[in-house]
């Protein structure tokens, strides 16, 4: 099956290897132990002046998560409104962050990946082949549901590296 995507989404679909639902799957106990460990001094950490804590990461990664499922979802459904595009630094200021409590998120997190597993379970090849846009480029479902997985990795890996 085809991956269509706009080139920005290319990193992020590059981080997956094999099945999808395997690595969708395989990242749900991951991120929960992932957030649910860090340590508290580090929750409001930033590792440079203006960049986002690692509270406001997390809940940038839920958010886009949210976004790329509603944006599957759209596409599968035959949505014909124009599917927008996010700010994700006004997403991170609006998110009240920092009152979030760090198991709450990552047991949102948790419940959030799993509702998301269970509609892509459902979807068959037909469906993950549609194409689309979204913020005026063109995308697939199924490119969503490699974003979503990869999207978590890319930040994954900025957290162990510039946050723990």
């Known amino acids: 099956?085809?991956?269509?995507?706009?080139?920005?989404?290319?990193?992020?679909?590059?981080?997956?290897?094999?099945?999808?639902?395997?690595?969708l799957e395989a990242q749900?106990?991951?991120?929960?132990?992932?957030?649910?460990?860090?340590?508290?001094?580090?929750?409001?950490y930033k590792?440079?002046?203006?960049?986002?804590?690692?509270?406001?990461?997390?809940?940038?990664?839920?958010d886009t998560e949210?976004?790329?499922?509603?944006?599957a979802l759209s596409l599968s459904r035959d949505e014909n409104a124009i599917l927008?595009?996010?700010?994700?630094?006004d997403y991170a200021a609006a998110s009240e962050y920092s009152s979030l409590n760090q198991l709450k998120m990552a047991d949102e997190y948790y419940h959030?990946?799993?509702?998301?597993?269970?509609?892509?379970?459902?979807?068959?090849?037909?469906?993950?082949s549609i194409e689309g846009e979204a913020d005026g480029k063109p995308i697939s479902v199924l490119s969503l549901w490699y974003i979503i997985a990869g999207h978590w990795k890319h930040h994954q890996n900025i957290l162990n590296k510039r946050y723990l």
């Open 1 to 23: 099956m085809k991956l269509v995507n706009a080139p920005f989404y290319q990193g992020y679909i590059d981080l997956i290897q094999g099945e999808i639902g395997k690595a």
């Open 28 to 44: 749900i106990q991951e991120l929960t132990l992932m957030i649910s460990n860090i340590p508290e001094s580090k929750w409001h």
């Open 47 to 62: 590792y440079e002046a203006g960049k986002w804590t690692v509270a406001q990461l997390i809940r940038h990664c839920i």
């Open 66 to 71: 949210r976004i790329m499922a509603f944006r």
């Open 84 to 89: 927008p595009g996010y700010a994700e630094n």
């Open 112 to 128: 959030l990946r799993k509702c998301n597993l269970s509609l892509f379970q459902t979807m068959p090849n037909k469906i993950l």
